[in-house]
């Protein structure tokens, strides 16, 4: 059964979603979870299966690309919030699929328009009824209508509290089906498959699942663990290399706030650290979500930010005014676009309350810039960017807080900050 809720497709949003172009360990708890997980990511070789890439016709075509990374290694990193789960990261996990959802009758395949053929793909292999929902591209997917339409469609193919939905697409999409799942019958099963840099680093892991309102960003949602994330690298070939780029702010923001290392490898090649084939990308990849899956296994609902012990707030560093940018531009950034911005922003912020040295502000900057993502934002006046941030999730009453950093790896919270220094960063920022 197909349920088309339209394409959408990028169209003029394409080229909209954001602009054209463009140490030291932290003693405290983030680094340490993080070289946690990075000592927890378990190397092993994966179980001989017999997988055809989307598009190879029965197996025999030749892979156009390069082999410079290794085609069977697949790493592991273990989540365990309130139900521990796996993220497997390497080339064809994807074909673990049918593992995942043994036992469901129904399957709900929620993808956009653009992975259509991957999602032919995926439900041939599966023993399960599949349900095909086409969502719009993008953002254009994270609304309260498509999340209506979703709902209608599982109700006519008679879904159950056994069955399960996937979410094969970019953080948008996993964000969405995510959200279909966590109240569908008041929560059934999620599987994350993510196609995006992004979404393998930060959306498919954690449980975070939700939609937009005109409003703010992800204003309504829940957290609802999936019950495994499969990245499959091989999906990223024909990722643009716009979405590459986005995907590797929020890489970028896992190396500024846990895991220095990943600015190492950035700036020792930026460009191959954005080239979907290389081994570079792929350990960055590894590493982003190392720091992510400590960081939700030890506060998944990112209740326990006290004084310096920041919980999983850590992750949302750069997104209070980031997310500010997304709502003022109606969604046509490219959240990892906004996210370089509103890293670049608290940096400032730190520095203007004397939080934080010229040097690390200047290390946002350079590491961004050579990644071609955006350090400026001179949109939206600071009035309209400042009542978006009031809506940030972090906010407490009318006192705004912002993740920041006192030193790479040393992340603290900024709470209150006066709104003539809120100002003064805006004022950087907008150059
Ligand atoms: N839940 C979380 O914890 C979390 C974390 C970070 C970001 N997010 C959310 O994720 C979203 C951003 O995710 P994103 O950057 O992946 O954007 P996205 O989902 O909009 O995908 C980017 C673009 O790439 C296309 N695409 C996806 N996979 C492709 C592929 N393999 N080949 C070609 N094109 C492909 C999509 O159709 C889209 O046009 C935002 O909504 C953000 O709020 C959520
Ligand atoms: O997983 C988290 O927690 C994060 O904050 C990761 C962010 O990269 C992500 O964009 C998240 O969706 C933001 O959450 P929000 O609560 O600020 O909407
Ligand atoms: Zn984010």
Redesign the pocket.
């Known amino acids: 059964m197909a349920a088309g809720l339209g394409a959408g497709g990028?169209g003029a949003g394409?080229s909209q979603?954001g602009p054209a172009a463009a140490a030291g360990q932290r003693p405290g708890t983030a680094g340490a979870a993080a070289e946690g997980a990075a000592a927890g990511l378990r190397r092993h070789r994966h179980p001989r299966r017999r997988h055809r890439r989307p598009g190879a016709g029965g197996g025999g075509g030749r892979d156009p690309r390069p082999a410079r990374r290794g085609r069977t290694a697949v790493r592991t990193v273990e989540v365990s919030a309130e139900r521990p789960y796996r993220v497997r990261i390497g080339a064809g996990v994807r074909s673990e699929l049918v593992e995942l959802v043994a036992g469901a009758d129904r399957v709900a395949l929620v993808h956009?328009?653009?992975?259509s053929g991957?999602a032919r793909e995926l439900a041939a292999g599966l023993d399960a009824r599949v349900t095909d929902i086409t969502v719009p591209?993008?953002?254009q997917?994270?609304t309260a209508a498509v999340l209506q339409s979703c709902w209608d469609t599982l109700a006519a193919a008679g879904f159950t509290r056994s069955d399960v939905v996937v979410g094969l697409?970019?953080?948008?999409?996993?964000?969405l089906a995510?959200f279909v799942a966590a109240t569908w019958a008041r929560g059934i099963g999620f599987v994350t498959v993510?196609?995006?840099?992004?979404?393998m680093v930060?959306?498919?892991?954690?449980?975070?699942?939700?939609i937009?309102l005109p409003a703010g960003?992800?204003l309504v949602g829940a957290f609802h663990e999936p019950l495994g994330v499969l990245c499959d690298l091989d999906?990223?070939?024909?990722?643009?290399a716009a979405?590459v780029r986005?995907?590797l702010a929020?890489v970028v923001k896992c190396g500024l706030v846990a895991d220095p290392q990943i600015l190492s490898l950035v700036e020792d090649d930026p460009a191959d650290a954005q080239d979907p084939g290389s081994a570079r990308l792929a350990e960055l990849v590894e590493r982003a979500i190392a720091v992510k899956a400590a960081v939700v296994s030890a506060d998944l609902r990112e209740s326990t930010s006290q004084g310096r012990a920041i919980g999983r707030e850590l992750?949302n560093y750069g997104h209070t005014f980031g997310?500010a940018v997304?709502r003022v531009e109606g969604?046509r950034w490219?959240?990892?676009d906004a996210v370089s911005v509103g890293m670049v922003y608290v940096a400032e912020l730190a520095e203007v309350v004397g939080l934080q040295q010229p040097a690390l502000r200047d290390r946002h900057r350079s590491v961004l810039t050579t990644l071609g993502l955006p350090t400026r934002y001179s949109g939206a006046s600071f009035e309209a960017l400042l009542e978006a941030m009031r809506l940030d999730k972090k906010t407490r009453g009318s006192t705004l807080r912002f993740v920041a950093l006192e030193d790479l790896a040393v992340p603290t919270i900024l709470s209150g900050p006066e709104e003539a220094a809120l100002r003064e960063a805006h004022r950087r920022v907008a150059g």
């Open positions: 990028r394409g979603r956009p328009q653009v992975l991957q591209d993008a953002e997917a994270k697409g970019g953080g948008a999409t996993t964000d995510g993510p196609t995006t840099v992004l979404g930060d959306a498919a892991v954690g449980g975070k699942t939700g937009n960003k992800n999906l990223l070939a024909g990722l643009p979405d986005a995907g929020e992750v997310h997304e969604y490219r959240h990892g």
